[in-house]
């Protein structure tokens, strides 16, 4: 898996770096069973957990069975890929039927993968770009989401971009998917030549000028580009809708590892409490989102793979005492 996949064509208006308290609740004097204890833990914890579809990609499944899988594993939302909803709905299936399933499982949809070329140089292929995007987002919203990725797809290269222009890109993009109820969150990737590093996506999302303007993190991403997680303590709750949830192994070392080799969340050396801890200390609570590509878990049976990453989830979160 290379760390800048080429495109297979992959609210709250306040200010931008702002940070809110979160809202405790208690529970009072009441004897709860144990089951009524666990639902209550349930409720309380702060995050939305979702499963990336990239994590059980290797099980060749269509975006129903995806779907089937997340909320029968236990999901509160998912993150689908428009390459498999696009190859669902070209089979001869609905999105109203995905929909439908979505609903039916209690699931939301946080977020969306897409690689819309919407920063490239080339004024017609940008233009191609974000009418690919406008139909992500028309995608998307018939399913009840209400926000997609934006990475630099398409960018790199001889393709020699300046932040300034990536930041009046983002903003044409910010534009459009206001008019289509959908908001495009910029994404880094660890390295990458234009938006590669955490500094780098805020600029961008600041310098866009825009009040939907949020920035789409990821645990592996932030250290393969060589930023600090104390970048989230620049962010609050607007600008972290959603987060890529993985961990990272401490070989290969950060100048060779590559996509594929990202563990479930607590089997890396990543500080993922404190990741979270920072994110309830500017009073944020983004959706976070498993996002692997590791080929052994895609040996696993489906089931075990998402279960598995959901319990990895949980379990650092409660590390985390959030």
């Not at 899988?69 to 428009?82: L, N, Q, R």
Request: charged share 25%; hydrophobic share 40%.
């Amino acid at each position: 898996m290379q760390n800048f996949p080429e495109t297979d064509s992959p609210l709250d208006r306040r200010g931008f770096l702002s940070s809110a308290g979160l809202a405790a609740g208690a529970l009072g004097g009441l004897s709860l069973s144990s089951a009524e204890t666990g639902r209550a833990a349930e409720e309380k914890r702060p995050f939305k957990l979702c499963l990336n579809m990239s994590t059980i990609r290797g099980h060749e499944l269509d975006a129903a069975e995806e779907i089937e899988v997340a909320g029968k594993a236990g999901y509160d939302s998912i993150e689908p890929w428009f390459r498999k909803i696009n190859e669902y709905v070209e089979k001869g299936g609905s999105l109203k039927d995905l929909k439908k399933r979505i609903d039916d499982h209690g699931l939301t949809v946080e977020s969306a993968i897409g690689f819309a070329k919407w920063i490239v140089n080339d004024p017609e292929a940008r233009a191609a770009g974000l009418e690919e995007a406008k139909r992500d987002m028309d995608t998307i919203a018939q399913l009840g989401g209400m926000r997609i990725a934006a990475p630099p797809a398409g960018s790199g290269g001889k393709d020699v971009i300046s932040l300034d222009d990536a930041a009046d890109r983002y903003r044409d993009l910010l534009v459009l998917g206001e008019k289509m109820g959908v908001v495009p969150q910029v994404e880094m990737w660890g390295g990458h030549p234009i938006i590669g590093t955490v500094e780098k996506a805020i600029y961008v999302a600041v310098r866009a000028g825009h009040p939907d303007a949020c920035f789409l993190g990821d645990v592996y991403h932030t250290y393969k580009g060589g930023s600090s997680f104390d970048s989230i303590l620049m962010m609050g709750p607007h600008a972290l809708k959603a987060y890529h949830m993985n961990d990272y192994p401490a070989d290969p070392p950060r100048e060779t590892i590559k996509d594929a080799d990202r563990v479930f969340p607590g089997d890396g050396i990543a500080p993922i409490p404190e990741i979270l801890r920072k994110f309830k200390s500017v009073g944020a609570a983004p959706a976070l989102s498993l996002e692997l590509f590791n080929k052994t878990y895609w040996e696993m049976p489906v089931m075990e793979c998402a279960k598995t990453g959901l319990e990895k989830m949980k379990a650092v979160i409660s590390e985390a005492g959030v």
